[in-house]
C-alpha cells in the first residue's frame, strides 16, 4: 500500500515516545526531592536583618554595639566563604578575600552606627584629664559662673560635677550651679562672655556680640571638654559682667562630639583647619 508507514518510522516514533516518558519521570522525582536548606542565605538575610535593626534603633552603648557587630562577622563567615567559590583564584584567596571585605563592610558599618558617648559620672582618669586641660589658666581673676536650664535636673546634675573640677584646677569659680533660663533655648555647653546689645538681641532675631574665639580661658575650656569627647560653643551676653564667663550645660545634644560653630571657628583661627574663615 502507498500509504503504508515504514518500519523505520514506527521504530522513530517509539524511540521518541520513551524518551518523553523518561524525561516526565525524571521532572516527577526533581520536584518530589525535598529542598536543600541553604545556610548561606539564610546566614547572610540574618546579617542583613541585624543590620537593619541597628539602623533603625542603634545601641546606646558602645559594648552593646561591639557585641552585635561581632555576632554579625561571625554569622557572616559561612556566606562569604561560599559566595566567594566563583571567584576565579585559588580557593585559599577567594576565601581569604570573602573574610576580609566581610570584615572591611562590618567595620564600616559600625563607624557609621557607632554610638556617640553619653554623659556620665565622670571617672577619676576623666577628671585628671580634665583638670590638667585647665591648669595652665589657673589663678585667673575671672570668676566663673556654671549654670543650667532650670527645671531639667539631668542637666544640673551633670553639670554640677565641674564646679569641683574648676575648683582644684585653681580657678574662680563660684561654688554652685545657677538655675537659668536663656532667652534663646540652647542644647549642649556653652560660653558665654560679655557682649551686644540687650534691646537689640531682644528684638532681632540674628543679633548677636562679639566674642574673642582667642581667649586662652575659652581655649583652655574648650580643650578640657574635648577631652570628655565634647564640643562646646559660644556666644555674647549683655547681662554678664566685664570679668565675668559663664559655662552654661544645656539639655545633651544627640552627639556632643559633632563639631560646633566655635569648634571650626576655632579651629581656623589655631591653623587646625586651613582655608577661608568659616561663617557658619
Known amino acids: 500500500m502507498a500509504d503504508r508507514i515504514p518500519p523505520w518510522g514506527r521504530a522513530n516514533r517509539r524511540i521518541e515516545r520513551e524518551a518523553a516518558r523518561q524525561l516526565a519521570k525524571s521532572l516527577v522525582r526533581e520536584r518530589s526531592k525535598p529542598q536543600t536548606f541553604r545556610w548561606d542565605i539564610?546566614?547572610?538575610?540574618?546579617?542583613?536583618?541585624m543590620a537593619v535593626i541597628i539602623a533603625i534603633v542603634p545601641p546606646q552603648s558602645r559594648i552593646t554595639m561591639s557585641v552585635w557587630l561581632v555576632?554579625?562577622?561571625?554569622?557572616?563567615?559561612y556566606p562569604a566563604l561560599h559566595f566567594t567559590e566563583w571567584i576565579p583564584l585559588?580557593?585559599?584567596?577567594?576565601?581569604?578575600?570573602?573574610?576580609?571585605?566581610l570584615v572591611g563592610l562590618i567595620s564600616g558599618f559600625g563607624y557609621i552606627e557607632w554610638p556617640p558617648i553619653r554623659r556620665h559620672t565622670l571617672s577619676a582618669k576623666e577628671r585628671v584629664e580634665f583638670e590638667n586641660a585647665l591648669r595652665p589658666q589657673k589663678g585667673s581673676d575671672l570668676q566663673v559662673q556654671i549654670g543650667c536650664p532650670t527645671g531639667d535636673e539631668k542637666a544640673c546634675v551633670y553639670a554640677e560635677q565641674f564646679v569641683a573640677l574648676f575648683g582644684e584646677s585653681e580657678w574662680n569659680i563660684q561654688p554652685?550651679?545657677?538655675?537659668?533660663?536663656?532667652?534663646?533655648?540652647?542644647?549642649?555647653?556653652?560660653?558665654?562672655?560679655?557682649?551686644g546689645n540687650k534691646q537689640d538681641?531682644?528684638?532681632?532675631?540674628?543679633?548677636?556680640?562679639?566674642?574673642?574665639?582667642?581667649?586662652?580661658?575659652?581655649?583652655?575650656?574648650?580643650?578640657?571638654?574635648r577631652t570628655l569627647h565634647t564640643e562646646i560653643d559660644g556666644g555674647a551676653n549683655p547681662d554678664l559682667g566685664e570679668n565675668i564667663l559663664m559655662?552654661?550645660?544645656?539639655?545633651?545634644?544627640?552627639?556632643?562630639?559633632e563639631p560646633t560653630r566655635l569648634t571650626r571657628e576655632t579651629d581656623w583661627a589655631t591653623g587646625r583647619v586651613k582655608g577661608p574663615m568659616p561663617t557658619q
Open 42 to 49: 539564610t546566614l547572610a538575610c540574618l546579617v542583613g536583618a
Open 71 to 77: 555576632v554579625m562577622t561571625f554569622l557572616g563567615i
Open 90 to 101: 585559588p580557593k585559599w584567596i577567594a576565601r581569604t578575600v570573602g573574610v576580609l571585605a
Open 176 to 195: 554652685y550651679v545657677s538655675r537659668l533660663t536663656l532667652s534663646k533655648a540652647q542644647e549642649g555647653v556653652f560660653v558665654y562672655r560679655r557682649g
Open 201 to 225: 538681641m531682644m528684638t532681632r532675631w540674628n543679633s548677636g556680640g562679639w566674642f574673642n574665639i582667642n581667649e586662652p580661658h575659652l581655649m583652655a575650656i574648650q580643650n578640657a571638654f
Open 247 to 257: 559655662l552654661y550645660i544645656g539639655p545633651e545634644r544627640e552627639n556632643e562630639a
